[in-house]
């Protein structure tokens, strides 16, 4: 990182100043060892990552290519992007929610209004936004939901990966990507309607990384990790009927078919539900009372939901 002083440019300099302790991490330095990445990630993430998903990210940032994080809803693809990222440069990436409205200027940077009028569109009045940021921190970006966007921002994105620069006129600068911590993921879930589609020149360029419902010793072994640590105890045959019920709606005719983020919520509201009863072990009562809140997301879905519910847990 550059020292104090060191810096190029006063867009740099303000970069520096307003991002730098924000990415700090407190890895000691880049991972890039996909089997010990896969141990930090169950460790410090709390997070279940199969390792041929962390090889095959890394072996992508190596060659250059962004990733695309692909599948429904609650599997992870965020958490999971933002921890890999993080391990690959070392340093806290950007997440960037898309927008359809999402343009250059909001993304790598635009002048002030007011610094505009008195200074004029010069380094002193723009405002570097999160991708240029990120490129010069030579830290990662996260782009969430990437099919809310336009094609031309879908360009834009991609010209900026294969370059590894950004070009900002106004200003007749060139910002240069200077290490490898530069690297972008993106997430999609093809499913949610009134997205728009992802071009051909988009797909070419992206190593598509398929997210799905994970195994049930895997959700398990989620569940297990992120349920809270201090709350009621679940005992292990009332946190398989909860498994058995979510295997059961994501087969049924549910418009929202609950992933494991609601499993791992479901589980923890069931605690929190036993804690304010006084208990320390949770009971099928507390995991009843908590499913609706937590696996009915469509009124449509209210009454399959409520069945399910009641074949696996008992009324």
């Given amino acids: ?23 700090k991490s407190d890895l000691p330095g880049p991972i890039r060892d996909p089997k010990a990445a896969v141990k930090l990630l169950e460790k410090k993430y709390k997070l279940v990552v199969d390792e041929k998903i962390v090889a095959l990210v890394f072996a992508s940032f190596m060659n250059g290519r962004p990733v695309l994080f692909e599948g429904p809803p609650g599997t992870g693809k965020t958490e999971v992007g933002e921890a890999l990222l993080e391990l690959w440069a070392g340093k806290k990436p950007f997440v960037l929610p898309c927008s359809e409205s999402y343009d250059e200027y909001k993304v790598i940077g635009d002048f002030h209004p007011l610094l505009a009028m ?43 990966s294969d370059k590894r620069r950004i070009i900002v006129p106004e200003l007749k600068r060139v910002f240069r990507a200077r ?20 071009s ?7 190593v598509r990384v398929e997210f799905n419902y994970p195994p049930r010793h895997v959700e398990a072994r ?3 990790l992120r349920a809270s640590p201090t709350g009621p105890k679940i005992p292990s045959h009332i946190a398989q009927l909860m498994l058995d019920a979510i295997s059961q709606l ?58 399910t519910i009641k074949k696996v847990l008992g009324p």
């Fill in 1 to 23: 990182m550059l020292q104090k002083g060191a810096y190029e440019s006063m867009v740099e300099e303000r970069v520096y100043e307003t991002y730098a302790d924000i990415i």
């Fill in 222 to 224: 989620i569940m297990e």
């Fill in 179 to 198: 290490g490898e911590g530069f690297q972008i993921i993106f997430t999609s879930n093809p499913e949610d309607i009134g997205q728009n589609e992802l």
């Fill in 250 to 307: 994501r087969t049924s005719s549910v418009v929202y078919r609950p992933g494991p983020a609601e499993t791992v919520l479901w589980a923890r509201m069931a605690q929190a539900i036993a804690e304010l009863r006084g208990s320390d072990i949770v009971t099928l009562e507390d995991v009843v009372k908590a499913a609706e809140s937590v696996l009915v997301k469509r009124p449509e879905d209210h009454e399959i939901v409520v069945e």
């Fill in 200 to 206: 051909d020149a988009f797909l070419r360029r992206v």
């Fill in 118 to 160: 008195q200074k004029g569109f010069n380094e002193e009045s723009f405002i570097p936004r999160p991708l240029l940021s990120a490129l010069i921190l030579d830290t990662g970006i996260l782009i969430d939901e990437i099919r809310r966007s336009s094609e031309e921002f879908q360009n834009i994105l991609l010209d900026v």
